[in-house]
């Protein structure tokens, strides 16, 4: 009886001294904290989305810039709660299934992330009511008062329309600034490894959602065309090295340091994009298939696929199958696709099969259901004129974070 109360006992201090350690708070931001909980739960959430290792070293190396983003999110949202704005909740969802849009993630694959990993759904809910609020927050202050004149507009329009007739990139960044939390060391120390963890797999827009602080990263980092004249001639320099595809060096910016990723290069007459919606299927291998069986599989697969006309009729087939699994992507940009899987269907017109990949689950392929070439649509004086409000606030709100951190009272404890 002694020996199950004194276990009692300790069992009952190791509870109470781990809902102690979840509480602390670790940082303060005005009437606000964030607690060790909150700080756990937004990095699991960053480094699983991101397709990271959730590892005690990942988790020591990206707190700082997590708390840095966390601390940034709670300033948005005490400003847009003095002025009253309000997010509904079908925004939000609207603005999760974009951020799985964006990462070319399939619809409802977020919710599934954060109950495999038991992760509050409020954690990303936040993160997306901030971003939303933000938005509103700086239209509704400076809208009134950002002026673009018939003048300002044409300049420009016909700049876009010159711009045609010049080879554009389709630029994505991951920006980690330089500021009073975080030191010069420290942010080109972690722009350095999340750049490994992308080429060990983690996918580049995820790791923009949940790590840059560029008002891009709501969109996976997705800078949208450019030419060479929109852009910074450092990363010009890195731009010009790039293949499609490929990730630059950290780059060294008045900002802090900057990651650029090359998702596809346009000359001018050449379609802007390709969208395409893929099909993934498996097949699997009999038990303890010998290399004989293994490659009978993927001559079945492969012979099943010529049998059809389109994705249903492959999927209808699949289905009679015991084992057989398929998922549809649903349609993305072909430059979202992993970098693993474009070279295997950037070729493939509608309808057809890539090469079969064996692997330890079975043999897997992605048909192509759908591809379309998309063309750069001609520019109007409307479209032109919102896009530079658009820049306008962008730059309005660095400038307006910079003031609320500078004015807020923020302690962040060890």
């Known amino acids: 009886m002694r020996f199950f109360s004194l276990l009692v006992v300790l069992l009952t201090t190791t509870l109470t001294c781990s809902a102690a350690q979840e509480s602390r ?8 904290v964030i607690t060790q909980k909150d700080l756990d739960n937004r990095l699991k959430l960053a480094i699983v989305s991101a397709g990271l290792a959730d590892s005690a070293q990942n988790r020591k190396d990206l707190k700082d810039q997590i708390l840095n983003v966390m601390i940034d999110e709670l300033l948005q949202l005490q400003a847009i709660k003095k002025e009253s704005i309000k997010i509904s909740d079908g925004d939000i969802e609207e603005a999760i299934s974009s951020m799985e849009e964006s990462s070319g993630s399939p619809q409802g694959s ?9 992760i509050p759904e409020s954690v990303i809910k936040q993160q997306a009511e901030a971003q939303l ?10 809208l009134p008062m950002v002026q673009i ?6 300049h420009e329009l016909a700049k876009l329309q010159g711009d045609e007739q010049k080879t554009q990139y389709h630029i994505a960044e991951i920006v980690l600034p330089i500021n009073e939390q975080i030191s010069e060391e420290k942010a080109r120390k972690d722009i350095s490894k999340l750049r490994s963890d992308i080429q060990r797999g983690a996918h580049f827009s995820a790791v923009a959602q949940q790590f840059s602080q560029a008002s891009t990263a709501a969109k996976g980092g997705d800078m949208g065309w450019l030419t060479e004249d929109d852009i910074s001639p450092e990363i010009k320099a890195a731009v010009e090295q790039l293949e499609t595809g490929q990730l630059s060096l950290p780059i060294k910016s008045s900002n802090g340091y900057t990651l650029i990723y090359l998702m596809g290069r346009q000359r001018p007459g050449e379609p802007i994009d390709t969208t395409i919606s893929l099909l993934q299927v498996q097949m699997p291998y009999p038990f303890l298939a010998t290399e004989y069986e293994v490659r009978e599989t993927s001559e079945k697969l492969t012979k099943l696929a010529r049998s059809c006309n389109t994705c249903a009729e492959f999927q209808k087939k699949l289905t009679a199958i015991e084992g057989s699994k398929y998922e549809n992507s649903g349609s993305m940009s072909i430059d979202q696709l992993n970098s693993e899987i474009r070279p295997l269907v950037a070729h493939l017109k509608q309808g057809q099969l890539s090469e079969v990949l064996p692997t330890q689950d079975g043999a897997i392929a992605f ?3 759908s591809k379309r070439e998309i063309k750069q649509e001609p520019w109007t004086k409307d479209a032109v004129r919102n896009m530079l409000i658009q820049k306008k606030l962008s730059l309005l709100s660095r400038r307006d974070l910079r003031d609320l951190k500078r004015h807020a009272f923020i302690q962040v404890r060890e």
Do not use: F, P
């Open 110 to 118: 977020i919710s599934k992330l954060l109950k495999a990993n038991h």
């Open 367 to 369: 048909m192509v259901c």
């Open 149 to 154: 004149s018939d003048s300002m507009t044409e």
């Open 133 to 142: 609020g933000w938005v509103d927050y700086l239209r509704g202050k400076y």
């Open 25 to 32: 708070i670790v940082a303060v931001i005005n009437e606000n």
